[in-house]
């Protein structure tokens, strides 16, 4: 099974600065049919269902502000916050969508600081 | 617009049985894989268990802590998805979410809470 392991477990960012969450991967989850790897990062505020942020390592869903970024390749990603506002509050998790059991990250709560 | 709504959430007693439905609209639902994740009060994401679509075999798939207890079937003249519960144990509580899955996750359910007592 594939283990996926972010980090900070919490962070605290001033407004307007940047906010980076890292994730990995224990197996590179690359589809040979797209040669793209499925991981996707989510976005969960109090009360919520997780909103989708960023599929395939990098592509932004279609409504997702442009200030959220994803990167990565292999078995390391992150997920950039360019300018941090305070609606971004919320716990994130990225998730390899590759092979079931499709597994998450612990999560990630990012806070004002 | 990607649109789940799951119902059938509630109370029951361990041991117990509950089935769980989620009616899907706003995308091709018949060529959709279709997963259900869950969600501990206060803890993080689960993946529950998969069906692909028909072309596929609608082969289903398993977290190893429901295998042989849940089951998940689909209904695409319905554009429904749904989690047969049995054998419930209160490591169940949590709340259903109903995801969509076509070339990437592109939605989720509000979520539907199943709550397992003694």
């Known amino acids: 099974d594939i283990v996926m392991t972010q980090s900070p477990d919490s962070l605290a960012v001033s407004l307007g600065e940047r906010a980076t969450i890292n994730c990995r991967s224990s197996?590179?989850?690359?589809?040979?049919?797209?040669?793209?790897?499925?991981l996707a990062w989510y976005q969960q505020k109090p009360g919520q269902p997780p909103k989708v942020l960023i599929n395939w390592t990098s592509t932004r869903e279609s409504g997702v502000p442009d200030r959220f970024s994803g990167s990565g390749s292999g078995t390391d990603f992150t997920l950039t916050i360019s300018s941090l506002q305070a609606e971004d509050v919320a716990v994130y998790y990225c998730q390899q969508c590759y092979s079931t059991p499709y597994s998450f990250g612990q999560g990630t709560k990012l806070e004002i600081k | 617009e990607v649109q789940l709504v799951e119902s059938g959430g509630g109370l029951v007693k361990s041991g117990g049985s509950l089935r769980l439905s989620c009616a899907a609209s706003?995308?091709?639902?018949?060529?959709?894989?279709m997963n259900w994740v869950r969600q501990a009060p206060g803890k993080g994401l689960e993946w529950v268990g998969q069906?692909?679509?028909?072309?596929?075999?609608?082969?289903?798939e398993y977290a190893a802590p429901v295998k042989g207890r849940f089951t998940i079937s689909r209904d695409d003249s319905e554009n429904t998805l749904n989690l047969q519960m049995n054998s419930l144990k209160i490591e169940d509580t949590a709340v259903y979410y109903c995801?969509?899955?076509?070339?990437?996750?592109?939605?989720w359910g509000q979520g539907t809470l199943v709550t397992v007592s003694s």
């Open positions: 995801v969509a899955e076509y070339w990437g996750i592109i939605g």
């Open positions: 197996q590179i989850a690359l589809y040979s049919s797209n040669n793209k790897i499925c």
């Open positions: 069906i692909k679509r028909k072309s596929d075999g609608e082969a289903t």
């Open positions: 706003g995308f091709s639902f018949s060529d959709a894989w």
